[in-house]
């Protein structure tokens, strides 16, 4: 009997534990969301130019392989997430200025958040609703992403517009698959550290929306 209520126990802990990285997770991922949005804000007031997108972008690729990394079990991890967050999003800003002056700009864009939103948010629930694990889609996941990488890379050379649609679209259901990936890690406690776990989500968010946004240019002719 004793035995079953340490087993009991340890359930009920681990439980309580992977509750608290979810609820953490999602509370500083909303956060970092709105800093983001602020920071894209501003970068589209001042007129940033690409070049200083591209060096923003690059800080913040260098944050998270090499100062986020150190900082996952600290405070300290928390100031570097929302730099790391408010670099991405203010690297936005030519790219949205870009779109919203096109003829139907404003309708692409809020498409293509509103599309986030509702991809976001289905599938977090779906995870969350169903706690289905879906580490079986890691292969896939890694496979899909070198793939794509190297898409990218030929088509700089290449320029084929029909490739780029296609490229965007295997990101969106790249991403897709991630949120599920990622949220289902939380759920079933695979993924213990909830700053990590926010910028693996912040990633796959913000990889779903820059490439629904060119999906949604093309389709609708104005890319």
């Not at 979810?22 to 690409?50: C, D, E, H, Q, R």
Request: aromatic share 10%.
């Amino acid at each position: 009997m004793a035995q079953y209520d340490q087993i009991a126990s340890v359930g009920r802990q681990s439980t309580l534990a992977t509750n608290k990285v979810l609820k953490n997770t999602y509370m500083l991922l909303s956060m970092t969301l709105v800093f983001s949005a602020v920071t894209a804000l501003v970068a589209m007031a001042v007129g940033i130019s690409p070049m200083v997108s591209m060096i923003m972008m690059f800080s913040a690729i260098g944050i998270i392989w090499f100062v986020l990394p150190r900082t996952y079990e600290s405070s300290m991890g928390i100031v570097w997430t929302f730099v790391f967050t408010g670099l991405l999003g203010a690297s936005l800003g030519p790219m949205l200025t870009y779109y919203l002056a096109m003829p139907s700009g404003p309708a692409i864009v809020a498409q293509a958040l509103g599309g986030t939103a509702i991809v976001t948010f289905a599938l977090s629930f779906y995870a969350l609703a169903t706690k289905k694990d879906f580490s079986f889609l890691m292969g896939f996941l890694m496979v899909g992403m070198v793939v794509i990488v190297a898409a990218i890379i030929a088509n700089i050379f290449l320029s084929i517009p029909a490739l780029s649609i296609a490229i965007s679209a295997a990101v969106v259901l790249i991403m897709s698959l991630m949120i599920l990936f990622d949220t289902s890690r939380i759920v079933n406690g695979g993924e213990t550290n909830y700053i990590r776990a926010t910028t693996n989500l912040y990633m796959d968010i913000y990889n779903l929306f820059i490439h629904l946004l060119s999906l949604v240019a093309a389709l609708t002719g104005n890319d």
